[in-house]
């Protein structure tokens, strides 16, 4: 079945560094992909949408500068956190709709989610 | 194989009906959570109710309510009362406590709550 692999799982960085986190999709054409962030009690910010070669859409209070979004293929979505402080220390998970004409269109995957650890 | 399976792909209801969403896992951690996520059409993804594995009650939060039945690793979703704001997507998710967890999603269900 279609997967959404996310990478890295985990990553630890130092303060004021840059790190990137991949979204794909594996088996499918993912026209629309989005990012959310895990805040304690369990809840998922959506931080933004992103369509395959057009700019991000940012939720209000994302600062588009910070959390960098590109969706340069139909296949992959990254996010990048710059100048991470340790305050952006979160999961962030993707998710991907399937963008095919058949069954699974429309059908949203998830990622597993990634572990950003800012010292 | 899918750890997390989501077998309706959608369910229709009558308000003030009640309804169940139908959730199994698939783990060997002895330690892990279940989630249920609400996601109506403008994509933010609203969490619903928790329950730990060692958890010793069903878990309720307000007209929705975890049926954990650990033995056979299901965890549906009943939501009581339904009404026509309840009409979203629903996820069931599983983390695995050992260390660096991921956050695992089944396919989703999708509920449709008529007048």
Known sequence: GAVVSQHPSWVICKSGTSVKIECRSLDFQATTMFWYRQFPKQSLMLMATSNEGSKATYEQGVEKDKFLINHASLTLSTLTVTSAHPEDSSFYICSARDGGQGTSGNTIYFGEGSWLTVV | ?115
Do not use: H
């Not at chain 2, 549906?76 to 695992?104: H, K, P, W």
């Open chain 2, 1 to 115: 194989a899918q750890k997390i399976t989501q077998t309706q792909p959608g369910m229709f209801v009558q308000e003030k009906e009640a309804v169940t969403l139908d959730c199994t896992y698939d783990t060997s951690d002895p330690s892990y959570g279940l989630f249920w996520y609400k996601q109506p059409s403008s994509g933010e993804m609203i969490f619903l109710i928790y329950q730990g594995s060692y958890d010793q009650q069903n878990a309720t939060e307000g007209r929705y309510s975890l049926n954990f039945q650990k033995a056979r690793k299901s965890a549906n979703l009943v939501i009581s009362a339904s009404q026509l704001g309840d009409s979203a997507m629903y996820f069931c998710a599983m983390r695995e406590t050992s260390g660096y967890s991921t956050l695992t999603f089944g396919k989703g269900t999708m509920l449709l709550v008529s007048p």
